[in-house]
């Protein structure tokens, strides 16, 4: 079980860029395949990418691919999410979570748990 918090959200510009840090903590981040996911007002949480353990990444959102690139620090027990091009549409909660039952990221952004608080990304000019 770990435990996440989310940072580097804020408000950008359409076309600008963020990048969101993921810390973990309670376990040794290394064995788990971490998943960000976001939430925009009245709509469901959506999966975005995945980070297996052995660093290799699975996308979710085809609206994001090729503009979002994930990556981790085992040694620091983060997971990062680069963000470029962003689009009014990106505005969400931003949050992490490991995969329940695997370490090697799952076809479908399923069997996930221990989201943290989450951190909100607004895209407005």
């Known amino acids: 079980q770990l435990q996440f918090v989310e940072s580097g959200g804020g408000l950008v510009q359409p076309g600008g860029s963020l990048r969101l840090s993921c810390i973990a903590s309670?376990?040794?981040?290394?064995?788990?395949?971490i998943g960000w996911f976001r939430q925009a007002p009245g709509k469901e949480r959506e999966g975005i990418i995945c980070i297996a353990n052995n660093g290799r990444s699975t996308n979710y959102a085809a609206s994001v691919k090729g503009r979002f690139t994930i990556s981790r620090d085992n040694a620091k027990n983060t997971v990062y999410l680069q963000m470029r091009s962003l689009k009014p549409e990106d505005t969400a909660v931003y949050s992490c979570?490991?995969?329940?039952?695997?370490?090697?990221?799952?076809?479908?952004?399923?069997?996930?748990?221990?989201w943290g608080q989450g951190t909100q990304v607004t895209v407005s000019s």
């Open positions: 979570a490991e995969q329940r039952y695997g370490s090697s990221c799952p076809h479908q952004p399923l069997n996930f748990a221990s």
């Open positions: 309670g376990s040794p981040l290394d064995d788990y395949a």
